[in-house]
T-cell receptor, first 115, second 114 residues
Framework: DTEVTQTPKHLVMGMTNKKSLKCEQH?????MYWYKQKAKKPPELMFV???????INESVPSRFSPECPNSSLLNLHLHALQPEDSALYLC??????????????FGSGTRLTVV | KQEVTQIPAALSVPEGENLVLNCSFT??????LQWFRQDPGKGLTSLLL?????REQTSGRLNASLDKSSGRSTLYIAASQPGDSATYLC?????????????FGKGNQVVVIP
């Protein structure tokens, strides 16, 4: 298995809702990432998990809450989002944190719309 | 701070022409460089990964070169096809305080005209 799987592919949520995005990989990668991408912009890093521990939080608002239950799973819990949070949310993984020999594998993304 | 620039931002070419996409970066202390393809509303697909010690990588019609000292990479796509229409993103891998970071360019938006 050489894929990063993200669910759901599309999500529409109200500003008072609570929802979660899920990301899964079975490549044995030990670093996992959440990115946010707005239209016609490059992806922006939100969070990094290294060996299941949060190692980078790019000053993301607390209405986004990441979770790494095990080495294969990464969740992003969403609560009280704003319309400006509407974007494509991408999950990625890489083999070894701190190693430069490996590339990143990205999932197909979740298209989030906040109404 | 590492800055990654991709030129041109957008281009259209007739089918069959070779594509040349350029990426430049300001800090040569990179670990590797990765070219991605992104279709509208979709995720990123890795095309080629070039280690900092390598000069080029090839896969089918794709060839990417890396000149770390001058901070440049070029992606060549031979004999372009309409299916090559997409946005191509260049990203350099940095190592910072025990963590990897990817620094992305803004992309080359390519349209191949049948």
């Amino acid at each position: 298995d050489t894929e990063v799987t993200q669910t759901p592919k599309h999500l529409v949520m109200g500003m008072t809702n609570k929802k979660s995005l899920k990301c899964e990989q079975h490549m044995g990668h030990r670093a996992m990432y959440w990115y946010k991408q707005k239209a016609k912009k490059p992806p922006e890093l939100m969070f990094v998990y290294s060996y299941e521990k949060l190692s980078i939080n790019e000053s993301v608002p607390s209405r986004f809450s990441p979770e790494c239950p095990n080495s294969s799973l990464l969740n992003l819990h969403l609560h009280a989002l704003q319309p400006e949070d509407s974007a494509l949310y991408l999950c990625a993984s890489s083999q070894e944190p701190g190693q430069g020999s490996y590339g990143y594998t990205f999932g197909s993304g979740t298209r989030l719309t906040v109404v | 701070k590492q800055e990654v620039t991709q030129i041109p931002a957008a281009l259209s070419v007739p089918e069959g022409e070779n594509l040349v996409l350029n990426c430049s970066f300001t800090d040569s202390a990179i670990y590797n460089l990765q070219w991605f393809r992104q279709d509208p509303g979709k995720g990123l697909t890795s095309l080629l990964l070039i280690q900092s010690s390598q000069r080029e990588q090839t896969s089918g019609r794709l060839n990417a070169s890396l000149d770390k000292s001058s901070g440049r990479s070029t992606l060549y796509i031979a004999a372009s096809q309409p299916g090559d229409s997409a946005t191509y993103l260049c990203a350099v891998l940095l190592f910072h305080y025990g963590n990897n970071r990817l620094a992305f360019g803004k992309g080359n938006q390519v349209v191949v005209i049948p």
